[in-house]
């Protein structure tokens, strides 16, 4: 039971730490199976924010020195959905939560996605040392 766990986290640590892959294959297998562009492309994204969670939140533990990565990058999707529902609240007078957390993902993949690229390369050009 080891080993199966130890392939599925190596495997997650090399799809994290190249997410444009895992975004790919979901867009190319979707297609595949007959899904329309836009509607791949959606879940494409949204598959791939479960990567670059993983990675950006890696890559601030490492910039930064500390464990706090995930936990800001929970908060910072937190705040959003409070922002987002409260204007959803304001405008409708209700709270569609189906929609407010999609579009909490989905913002989630653009933020995630503006954090990675400076990220990976500072960490390319620039490796952390422990400290």
């Known amino acids: 039971m080891s080993s199966i766990w130890n392939a599925l986290v190596h495997s997650y640590a090399f ?23 836009k509607p791949a492309i959606r879940l494409a994204m949204d598959i791939t924010t479960v990567f670059l969670f993983g990675c950006v939140a890696m890559l601030l533990n490492l910039r930064l020195h500390t464990s706090f990565g995930p936990f800001f990058l929970i908060l910072v999707m937190l705040i959003g959905g409070g922002l987002i529902g409260s204007a959803q609240n304001r405008v409708k007078g209700k709270v569609d939560a189906r929609k407010l957390v999609r579009s909490v993902w989905r913002l989630s993949f653009f933020g995630l996605t503006v954090l990675y690229v ?3 390369l500072l960490a390319i050009i620039f490796p952390a040392t422990k400290a």
């Open 118 to 120: 400076p990220l990976m």
């Open 15 to 37: 799809l994290a730490t190249v997410p444009i892959i895992p975004f790919l294959l979901v867009y190319i297998v979707a297609s595949y199976r007959g899904l329309e562009r």
